[in-house]
Nanobody, 121 residues
Framework: QVQLVESGGGLVQAGGSLRLSCAASGSIFGIDVMRWYRQAPGKQRELVAAITSSGSTNYADSVKGRFTISRDNAKNTAYLQMNTLKPEDTAVYYC???????????????WGQGTQVTVSS
């Protein structure tokens, strides 16, 4: 079994920064794409950023230039550095990863439990 554990959320003033971490553990042969999603109250979950195993990245337009996704493949961990935070960034942030088990060719998707980010104005 595989677990994703997020950390680093909290309360910050507008203009501040936070760094989220997502650590994967368990029966892992390899990890494909790692993603950060967020869901604000009353809104649908949206993709914030994604990073492939080779380091290619993709961002939602709303966070480009402010957020940076990275990963440490040796530690099976992804990060989301969030700068110049705005009140509209307030949401629960979820980590998602496609994980290869030994002997499989198709990654299975796993989700973390989420971490709350609150940005005050």
């Amino acid at each position: 079994q595989v677990q994703l554990v997020e950390s680093g959320g909290g309360l910050v003033q507008a203009g501040g920064s936070l760094r989220l971490s997502c650590a994967a553990s368990g029966s892992i042969f390899g990890i494909d794409v790692m993603r950060w999603y967020r869901q604000a109250p009353g809104k649908q979950r949206e993709l914030v950023a994604a990073i492939t195993s080779s380091g290619s990245t993709n961002y939602a337009d709303s966070v480009k230039g402010r957020f940076t996704i990275s990963r440490d493949n040796a530690k099976n961990t992804a990060y989301l550095q969030m700068n110049t935070l705005k009140p509209e960034d307030t949401a629960v942030y979820y980590c998602n990863a496609g994980v290869f088990a030994i002997g499989t060719m198709i990654p299975r998707q796993y989700w973390g439990q989420g971490t709350q980010v609150t940005v005050s104005s």
